[in-house]
């Protein structure tokens, strides 16, 4: 259970009304080497280096690393915690326009997010939004992740 409280918007209005305004952050959520192993597990993605505890203390990170992707995963978790849209009817994760990993994330680390709404574009039968989610690591100079993703509401 997340320990934040989400921006609300109402209507495809106050998100236009948003863009450039910072959300969150979100709660901080650890980075465990079971969490690593089951993403692994889910993508059939053993390479060492998030895998081998033994063989990646030797490695480039001096620890196991969570692989990229799995860090972008954990955005679906990350924005309920940003924004909020209860007027939609539903709501549809669209993708991503870009995605960058500037910085790995060690096991055992912590992370969470911020958000910046850049977009919003008004279609036939819905509103379109992009959200610039930054996900930080504790104590870290760079982001784990930058990911420009791309929403769906439909009012």
């Not at 910072?22 to 079971?34: A, D, F, H, N, V």
């Not at 326009?97 to 910046?116: S, Y």
């Not at 100079?141 to 791309?150: E, Q, R, Y």
Request: some cysteine; charged content about 20%; hydrophobic content about 40%.
């Amino acid at each position: 259970m997340s320990d934040v409280t989400p921006a609300r918007f109402e209507s495809a209005d106050a998100l236009r009304g948003a863009i450039g305004k910072r959300l969150g952050p979100s709660s901080w959520l650890r980075i465990e080497q079971s969490r690593i192993d089951q993403f692994a597990d889910a993508t059939d993605d053993h390479q060492w280096i998030h895998v081998d505890v033994e063989r990646a203390k030797q490695g480039p990170f001096g620890a196991p690393i969570a692989h990229g992707y799995h860090t972008l995963s954990l955005v679906n978790h990350i924005l309920p915690q940003l924004l909020t849209v209860p007027t939609a009817r539903m709501g549809v994760n669209y993708g991503c326009n870009k995605v960058r990993f500037p910085a790995p994330v060690p096991v055992g680390a912590r992370i969470r997010a911020v958000g910046q709404i850049t977009e919003v574009e008004t279609l036939p039968d819905s509103v379109q939004v992009v959200v610039r989610v930054t996900v930080e690591i504790e104590g870290g100079g760079k982001p784990a992740c930058v990911a420009d993703t791309v929403s769906r509401f439909v009012f």
